[in-house]
C-alpha cells in the first residue's frame, strides 16, 4: 500500500506563489509516475500536470502552462508543485496521485494512489 500526504496549501493573494510537496510511502517510488489534480467546488476533479517516473518528462493542463511547475526528488520520494502568478481560478484543493504504469494518463482513474489533498485558496 502506498500513502501520500500532500502539504503547502493556503491562503494567497492573487500573482502570489505556492509550493506543495507530497511525501510517499515505499521503497518504489522511483517507478510511479506522479500527477497532480485539482478540485473546486461543485466541479469536477482536473488533470493539472503529471510527472515521469525519472523526471525527464512533464506534462501541465493549458490552464497552468507556464505558471506551474513540476518536479520530483526520488531521494526524498517528494513530488513538489511550484504555482507562480496565481489566480483566483486555481481555487482548489489540490491532490497528488501514483500511477503504477509507465505511461502518461489524464484521467483521474488511471491513478491508483491518492493524497488526501491540500487547499490552495486565491484571493482577487
Known amino acids: 500500500q502506498v500513502q501520500l500526504v500532500e502539504s503547502g496549501g493556503g491562503l494567497v493573494q492573487a500573482g502570489g506563489s505556492l509550493r506543495l510537496s507530497c511525501v510517499t510511502s515505499?521503497?518504489?517510488?522511483?517507478?510511479?509516475?506522479m500527477g497532480w489534480f485539482r478540485q473546486a467546488p461543485g466541479k469536477e476533479r482536473e488533470f493539472v500536470g503529471a510527472?515521469?517516473?525519472?523526471?525527464?518528462?512533464?506534462y501541465y493542463a493549458d490552464s497552468v502552462k507556464g505558471r506551474f511547475t513540476i518536479s520530483r526528488d526520488n531521494a526524498k520520494n517528494t513530488v513538489y508543485l511550484q504555482m507562480n502568478s496565481l489566480k483566483p481560478e486555481d481555487t482548489a484543493v489540490y491532490y497528488c496521485?501514483?500511477?503504477?504504469?509507465?505511461?502518461?494518463?489524464?484521467?483521474?482513474?488511471?491513478?491508483?494512489?491518492w493524497g488526501q489533498g491540500t487547499q490552495v485558496t486565491v484571493s482577487s
Open positions: 496521485a501514483a500511477r503504477g504504469g509507465g505511461a502518461l494518463v489524464y484521467e483521474s482513474t488511471g491513478y491508483d494512489y
Open positions: 515505499g521503497r518504489t517510488f522511483s517507478r510511479y509516475f
Open positions: 510527472i515521469s517516473p525519472g523526471g525527464a518528462y512533464t
